[in-house]
């Protein structure tokens, strides 16, 4: 009897353990009060990428894309890391929390390039 117990406990646990840790992405990733690139590497950190995208009105601007704190997370199963848009002076538009599952993300945001731009370089633009 003991053993069933553990066993359901086993069984019970899992999914609750599994729900807190994508509770918990879910909130490290929103970009809360961010409005600006300068702003994004100081509370959501560097991003992995950042690529070019452009806006249906024809406007080229930045997809910063990458999980904050550097790596995926542990207990979650996003199919790729977020991604956040700036226009080209470096405000906020847009974000999405998985790219890889939204098919009409990345309609309203095309990449104008496959390859990402220097991250440094990026950087050092906004970080005045």
Same mark, same amino acid.
């Given at each position: ?25 879910? !909130?490290?990733?929103?970009? =809360? ?11 959501? =950190? ?10 249906? !009105? ?12 550097? =790596? ?7 199919? !790729? ?20 599952? !939204? /098919? ?5 945001? /095309?990449?104008?390039? =496959? ?14």
């Amino acid at each position: 009897m003991a053993k069933r117990l553990r066993t359901v406990a086993l069984f019970l646990t899992l999914p609750a353990v599994w729900i807190a840790g994508e509770i918990r992405y879910a !909130s490290r990733i929103r970009p =809360g009060d961010v409005r600006t690139v300068a702003q994004h590497f100081t509370v959501l =950190g560097c991003p992995q990428a950042v690529y070019l995208v452009r806006h249906a !009105s024809g406007e080229i601007c930045y997809e910063l894309e990458g999980f904050p704190g550097g =790596g995926p997370p542990l207990l979650a199963a996003p199919s !790729s890391a977020p991604a956040y848009i700036y226009d080209g002076d470096g405000t906020f538009l847009d974000w999405c929390v998985d790219p890889g599952d !939204s /098919p009409l993300y990345r309609r309203k945001w /095309p990449r104008v390039v =496959g390859e990402p731009i220097n991250i440094d370089a990026f950087h050092a633009k906004f970080n005045r």
